[in-house]
């Protein structure tokens, strides 16, 4: 395997924290067919290339366990509360411990000391825990050890409409300080595949190519908000464990309302300097995108889906292209 990287020039918007991205364009010979991959390219964090470690081949050798469960999605896509259901599965549903730390200790980020750099080894800690592990990942599949296909592990990939995920994750780059544009700015950002982890549709219809293996189960985010009860039988059932009584369920349900979005930013709002600007109501009225911002993500994605052999039906789109 090889990879190389190319330097990306920053708008001044996105540098608030000093944030330098570069393209990571890797061209890979260990991958199940490969002949797909002849050079795929992600947008990353600097560190991830120029750390004090090489953090792409760390990724790359990283030990894969049979019994993992990997949850993966594009930043912004109900990964968080997918990611603590699996956990909560392959834990026999223990609220206790799953109330007594957060699902950032329990379910980490593999990559987070690549993307970040300054906290600790999220790759040393991932490996450390026991099994059965459920690890989180923004990356896409170009990326992620060739073991996810040897050993195979469950994977629970997630989606959720563009629209929206460019508007959470527009609020997101505003609260941690690395976004000081407007949601139009961050549209335009965003289709330039101008934040981490973009491009956007590579991510996604990669894993939708192979929603058919039986160790790849792949749900949408809507559904997740319609019918949490049934999205919680598809897991348990995908990773082969008892769904539990409908009082355990009615608890599970309860847990999870504090993954809400919108309650989160609110949190954020009030700690922020780059929010408080915001009110509550205001973000209640405001989460939402322009007519036009909406339409220029539509007719972009409905070149991209068309040119490569895929409907918005695939990707459980409520609108349809024009």
Aim: charged share 25%; glycine share 2%; aromatic share 12%.
């Amino acid at each position: 395997m090889k990879y190389q990287t190319t330097s990306v020039n920053r708008p001044a918007k996105y540098n608030k924290s000093n944030v330098s991205l570069v393209d990571v364009s890797i061209v890979r010979d260990d991958f199940e067919n490969s002949e797909e991959f002849s050079e795929v390219k992600c947008t990353l964090t600097d560190n991830f290339v120029n750390g004090e470690v090489d953090y792409i081949n760390r990724l790359m050798n990283f030990e894969v366990r049979s019994d993992d469960v990997w949850v993966i999605s594009m930043p912004k896509s109900g990964q968080e509360i997918i990611s603590e259901l699996a956990w909560l599965a392959q834990n026999n549903f223990d609220l206790e411990a799953a109330t007594s730390s957060s699902n950032s200790i329990r379910v980490p980020y593999v990559e987070l000391k690549a993307l970040i750099g300054f906290t600790s080894d999220s790759f040393a800690y991932t490996d450390s825990l026991k099994s059965p592990r459920t690890v989180k990942t923004h990356l896409p599949i170009q990326f992620l050890p060739a073991d996810l296909f040897v050993k195979k592990p469950k994977i629970i990939y997630i989606y959720r409409d563009i629209c929206e995920v460019v508007l959470a994750y527009y609020y997101h780059c505003c609260a941690i300080g690395c976004f000081t544009g407007t949601k139009e700015d961050f549209v335009e950002c965003f289709m330039k595949d101008d934040a981490p982890y973009l491009p956007y549709w590579n991510n996604v219809t990669n894993f939708w190519r192979r929603r058919g293996n039986q160790h790849i189960h792949y749900v949408s985010y809507s559904k997740v908000k319609k019918s949490l009860e049934a999205v919680l039988k598809e897991v348990c059932e995908f990773l082969g464990k008892p769904i539990p009584s409908q009082e355990v369920i009615g608890q599970i349900k309860e847990h999870l309302e504090v993954y809400d979005e919108v309650s989160e930013l609110k949190k954020q709002i009030k700690t922020n300097e780059e929010l408080k600007s915001i009110t509550e109501k205001e973000l209640d009225i405001d989460f939402k995108l322009s007519e036009e911002s909406t339409r220029k993500l539509k007719d972009w994605s409905a070149r991209f889906l068309s040119e490569n052999g895929f409907s918005a039906e695939d990707f459980f789109l409520s609108w349809s292209f024009v």
